[in-house]
Nanobody
Framework: VQLQASGGGMVQAGGSLRLSCVLSGRTFSRYVVGWLRQAPGKEREVVAS????????YVADSVKGRFTIAKENAKNTVYLQMNSLKPEDTAVYYC????????????WGQGTQVTVSS
């Protein structure tokens, strides 16, 4: 499986961005796809995740109510819709995947920078 992330950019506080992660490869049914972010000087954190074969999703408390994760099977794409962005959301966002049951993400796309100005 390969991942191609896009959609980052610069936005003012309160604005919105949508990140896209396109999956390519064989079959994705056994994978969990996540969006993770890392800000300068901070640890990487899982922002949201979704199981490809089912409706199970996870959204971190820090972004709950503002960020939504969804997938579009026909386009092999996972989206992260980010609304009401805050300066503290500024980070490099990564799309990543892992097999269900694995503890850690081990397939990574390139990062995309999200910058939120106050």
């Amino acid at each position: 499986v390969q991942l191609q992330a896009s959609g980052g950019g610069m936005v003012q506080a309160g604005g919105s961005l949508r990140l896209s992660c396109v999956l390519s490869g064989r079959t994705f049914s056994r994978y969990v796809v996540g969006w993770l972010r890392q800000a300068p000087g901070k640890e990487r954190e899982v922002v949201a995740s979704i199981t490809w074969s089912g409706p199970s999703t996870y959204v971190a408390d820090s972004v709950k109510g503002r960020f939504t994760i969804a997938k579009e099977n026909a386009k092999n794409t996972v989206y992260l819709q980010m609304n009401s962005l805050k300066p503290e959301d500024t980070a490099v966002y990564y799309c990543a995947a892992k097999s269900r049951g694995d503890a850690r993400y081990n397939i990574w796309g390139q990062g995309t920078q999200v910058t939120v100005s106050s």
